[in-house]
Each structure stands twice: as C-alpha cells, then as structure tokens.
C-alpha cells in the first residue's frame, strides 16, 4: 500500500525523493515525509498530512532540505489516522534512526509496552515507530546488527527503508511480504517499492526475497538473505519506456489507460499466436498434467476477481471441467478442497496483494499447481508460482484497474484455446473461430472507444443517481460486477450488480421510479430473458441504459431508455468489448461529479496489508 523510495548517491536527494513518490503515490496518498542527511544539518524530516504536493511545497521541492542520502513515503494508514506526526519517516528517540515502511507490525503494542518499560516516548500512533525505537535500543555502533536483531524480533509484513546519522553514507533495506526493489546506478543506488520510482534514473533492478537484507551506498549494494549469507541478485533490465508512466496529454491515467486497451490486448496475444495455434511457451504445464487435473480454482481479489468470474464461464464452457473461483480473502479461511490435481490459477495485476499471496501460497501448501496471471515483471506472485503468464499491459498508474483487467481477459482466453486443444475438448473449427474473433477483439475495442463522446452524454444525462444497479446474465453478469466496480471506487454512488434472474429473488424492492439499471444484454442466448427482466425494472419505474450487440440494437432499443451497442462477436469474448463503455461510464460519471479518479478516497492501488 504505501511507497517508498530512498536514495543515495552524489545529487541531492530531496528532490530525487519528491520524484519518486510522485511515481508511487497512486500507493498511498493521505501523507507524505522524507528522511534526508547531511553532514551540516544532520537527519531532516519533512512530513505533511495530505498529497505529496502539500509536503513539496512545504519544503519548496526538495531545496530547504539538503543532503545527498535520504528516504521518501507516502502513505496509506493503517494504525493511525493520517497526520504529520503518523506520517514517515518515523525517528527513533535518539535522533539517530529514521524509518520508512510499508507492511503492517503484528506484534507492535507487546513491543511499544516494553520500550514504554523502558522510558521510550512515542509520539505516533503508528506500527512503524516501535522499529525506530527498537532501532535505538539495540544500537551498539553496529548498525548492521542492530537491524538483524529488530528483524528477529518482530512479526509481520515489512519493507524497510532505514538511514542513520551515525553511519551516513549507507541506506539498509529490509523485506518481508511487502515488496521492494534495488535499482542500480552508476554513483547512485535505489530502494523502492516498485520501478516506477527509479525508471527515470534506471532501467537495472534486482527484486529483492523475503528474509533479504540490502546495504546501499553510492558506489555499491550488497545483497545478504535471512542468515546474513551474501547474496548475487539477478539483476534485470526494465523494457518499457519512462512515458509509460506518465499522463502523455491525458487528465488522468485512467483516461489513458482505457484507451491504451486495444493495443496492450494485442500486445498480449499477438507473441502468442503463431502460425493459427497459441503457443505459450512459458508455461511448463503439459498435456498430461492437464489431463490429470480434476478442478480449476480460480483466486483473485476485486477486478481480477471478476475476471476470474468471466474465466468461469469461459474455461468451463471450453474445458468441461469444473471450475471454482473464489475470493483471495475468502479462500484461505475456508478449508478449500485442494490437491495436487487442482490447478489454481491465480489473478493478480500487481502480483504483490497480499491476500491473493497469502492464498496462493496455502493453495501451493496443499498440493496444488498455480499458474498466474500477472502484469508486474518480477512481482512476489510471479516468482513464487509453478507457472506465469505475464500480461504485457505495462504500468498500470489509476488506482482503477482497466487496462489490466482486460489483458488479464486476453490472457484467460489464451488459456482457454490452449488448454482445450492440449485436452482435445476443442474441434479444429471452433478453435479456429475463437482464435480468428480473437485476433480481430482489438479493432473491434477501437469501435467501442470511439464512441465515448455518446457514453459522455449518458453519464451527464446519469451522474447525480444516488444508485445505480447493473444486471446481467452469464459473462454480461461477470461484467456488470466489474461495471459496478468500477463506477462506485471512483464516483462513490453506491451501485450493485446482479444476475438478472436474482432480481425478483428479493432485490427488485429496491427499484423505485428514477432509479437507474444499466442492463448487460449482449449474451445472444439469453437476450429474450434478459429483455424480460429489463421489462420489469421499467414496470416499476427503473430508467435503463442497455448495452448490447450491434445487431441486437435495434430491438433493445425498443424497451430502454439509452443504448450503447459494441460491435458483435462470439459470447465467450464479449466481456472485452462490453466492459469498455462501463469504464468510460464510470470515468465520466466521476468526472462530473468533480471525483478524483486517479486516486479515490480510501483506495490505494496495491493492497499489501490484509
Ligand atoms: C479495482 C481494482 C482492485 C484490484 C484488486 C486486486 O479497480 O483495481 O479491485 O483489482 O485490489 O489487485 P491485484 O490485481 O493487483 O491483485
């Protein structure tokens, strides 16, 4: 959740550090600080509750703060409310430690009572502080060893960065559960939560383990593990581009990153297709293991969760075999029924949430198989899993998933062919059909973006609803959830989404004259039942906005009120088109409602604290 990045090297740092976190605040966004020393001033911490902008500009960009070695966060409270004073860096009594973190400390409060036994103060609220101060009271000129020993002492998820005055030239960082990453300069080195921070400054990283320990100055990084063993760290080069991550003309990522989806979809499948097959040649999984394989369970959380919901739908249909798809949050603490004949493919655009980690890991415990699906090169859930399919979708800024949910689609449909042909579950034409629509999905998503000036219409004619529903059936219910996502994260009107059928299993009381149903209705086979159920929402008042096919435009638009039609395609692809006008929805709806869609209020974009 939260950010962090330190430097150290021969520029100053405070503005490297303000860079950086501008880059990573889509984490955490409630407070900011930085950590920076010099030998003239000493340790100096600048924190502000609020945007990163607020502490920028309390330290005019980095000037009032000088020295070449420091630390940067941003943060996403967890123990405590945001403040200045929570904010990090968190100093040890001393003086002499500063600490930045993101992960939770489970054992804080056993640790706090006993550095209060000890005559320690605190100021914060915060977890992170217990560290400063356990920090001071190990310290016995070692600073090494002082780290080691707060490290055994205490429980949780961590990334650390940590300076001390006494030993200026150096950074340590420190993980557990919580990611972070070394980038390589020449006369300068980083630590930080993820590339974004350091692509500016360079493209060589290493993806720190669990257990790592890092000391960082100018000139060198040592790697050492959880016994104090060196370590020689793969070190890998970034391929994408600083623009990337940046606004490129656009008012929020977001914007941008809809409109980037036609493009990063082909960039996913395209290297996969070859010569009229799916080739996935990254996967070690083979004809007999899939054969052996008697379940599919599918883990993800939010978004990635829904596309595990399509997935449902779509492997069964061209698998028959069962398959599951469960909650992360939930699938830990349900004593799943998992062996080494389930295969668990697991769905994670940052592969580091920690819940999605967490199951993954009890799935692997249990025997099975996991195959993930993931954006970020390097990330813990692509290291730690059998079996990684990236999504080439590149950085993903919004907190907002969309770019990265419909690669994730990509990819699942990938999946799909490839499998069914390995299991002969597919005849030669119906494979051929799927893959040939699939080809053509990325054009057919430029359609569908072309008509956001229409879906801008509808969201001003729509955005002061107080709640909105969506309805569906088969994969267009699979999209309504990801609809409904989408438009209450960003624009806070509170929305649910429904399989069109449930509706008068209790829900429809809630449908009164004014109230808006935007009814998913692309699925051919189920156009009639849905139809019915759009006839009674309107019976009782509903407003309708409809989305279907091209060829099923006409006949909807004879019951709703408004109607976005995508361009016709076989039902199995239809979530990527039809989830496009929900995105453009909810971004527009947002937008008119003065919402700040890149960074929602209580949201962070990788959620690493369970
Ligand atoms: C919604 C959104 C979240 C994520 C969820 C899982 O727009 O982005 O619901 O989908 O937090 O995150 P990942 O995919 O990184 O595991």
């Not at 036609?262 to 996967?283: C, H, M, W």
């Not at 493919?345 to 199951?359: F, N, R």
């Amino acid at each position: 959740m939260c950010g962090i990045v330190g430097y150290v090297g021969r520029e100053e740092a405070a503005p490297i550090l303000l860079d950086g976190l501008a880059r990573l605040e889509y984490r955490g966004y409630d407070s900011a600080g930085i950590a920076v020393y010099s030998a003239r001033d000493g340790l100096q911490v600048a924190k502000a509750k609020g945007r990163l902008q607020v502490l920028s500009d309390k330290i005019h960009g980095g000037a009032d703060v000088r020295g070449r070695i420091g630390l940067g966060h941003t943060r996403w409270a967890t123990h405590g409310e945001p403040s200045d004073v929570n904010a990090h860096p968190q100093l040890s009594e001393s003086g002499r430690f500063a600490v930045i973190h993101n992960g939770i400390i489970e054992n804080y409060v056993e640790i706090k009572e006993f550095l209060q036994e000890q005559g320690v103060s605190f100021v914060s609220q915060t977890d992170t502080e217990v560290v400063a101060h356990l920090l001071d009271y190990y310290y016995k000129d070692d600073m090494m060893d002082a780290v080691v020993k707060v490290l055994h002492r205490i429980e949780g998820a961590y990334a650390f960065g940590i300076v001390c005055a006494d030993c200026p030239d150096r950074l340590i960082a420190a993980r557990k559960d919580s990611p972070l990453i070394i980038g390589y300069g020449q006369g300068f080195n980083f630590l930080a939560s993820d590339v974004t921070a350091v692509i500016k400054y360079t493209r060589e990283v290493s993806y720190l383990d669990d257990g790592d320990i890092a000391v960082l100055t100018a000139d060198k990084v040592e790697i050492y593990d959880s016994l104090l063993l060196p370590q020689n760290k793969a070190r890998h080069t970034v391929d994408w581009e600083v623009s990337a991550a940046e606004k490129g003309g656009y008012e929020h990522f977001m914007a941008k990153e809809i409109m980037e989806q036609p493009e990063a979809f082909r960039k996913t499948i395209s290297p996969r297709i070859q010569n009229g097959r799916v080739v996935l040649d990254d996967l070690e999984i083979g004809a007999d293991d899939l054969r052996e394989m008697d379940k599919i369970y599918i883990i993800a959380c939010g978004s990635s969760y829904h596309v595990g919901v399509v997935a449902k739908y779509t492997l069964e249909k061209l698998l028959r075999k069962p398959v599951e798809v469960a909650l992360a949050s939930e699938f830990r603490y349900c004593d799943p029924i998992v062996s080494p004949k389930t295969l668990c493919i697991v769905i994670s655009q940052s592969g580091e949430t920690i819940d999605t980690l967490a199951a993954m890991r009890e799935a692997k415990r249990l025997g099975a198989r996991v195959l993930s699906i993931v954006n970020v090169v390097g990330s813990t859930i692509a290291r730690e899993s059998d079996d990684v399919l990236y999504t080439w979708a590149g950085p993903e800024i919004a907190v907002a998933t969309t770019k990265a949910y419909s690669t994730q689609l990509a990819v699942i449909y990938l999946i799909g062919l490839y499998f069914a042909d390995q299991l002969d579950a597919i005849d030669e034409e119906t494979y051929r059909s799927v893959l040939e629509e699939l080809q053509r999905l990325p054009d057919k998503m430029e359609k569908v973006l072309e008509q956001k000036e229409k879906i801008q219409y509808y969201a001003s004619r729509y955005f002061n609803h107080e709640s909105i529903f969506f309805i569906g059936r088969n994969v267009d219910y699979a999209v309504g959830l990801e609809g409904s996502l989408k438009l209450k994260e960003i624009s806070y009107i509170h929305s649910e989404a429904y399989a069109a059928g449930e509706l008068k299993h209790g829900t429809i009381s809630l449908i009164e004259p004014g109230a808006l149903v935007v009814a998913l209705a692309g699925y051919r086979g189920l156009f009639e039942k849905l139809m019915s159920n759009v006839v009674e929402v309107k019976s009782r008042g509903a407003d309708v906005l409809g989305v279907t096919t091209d060829s099923l435009g006409a006949e909807m638009e004879k019951t709703v009120d408004a109607a976005v039609t995508v361009p016709d395609t076989l039902d199995m692809l239809l979530p990527s088109l039809e989830v496009l006008p929900m995105q453009l929805l909810a971004y527009y709806i947002a937008l008119m409602r003065g919402c700040d869609i890149d960074k929602p209020r209580n949201l962070a974009k990788s959620v690493t604290v369970e």
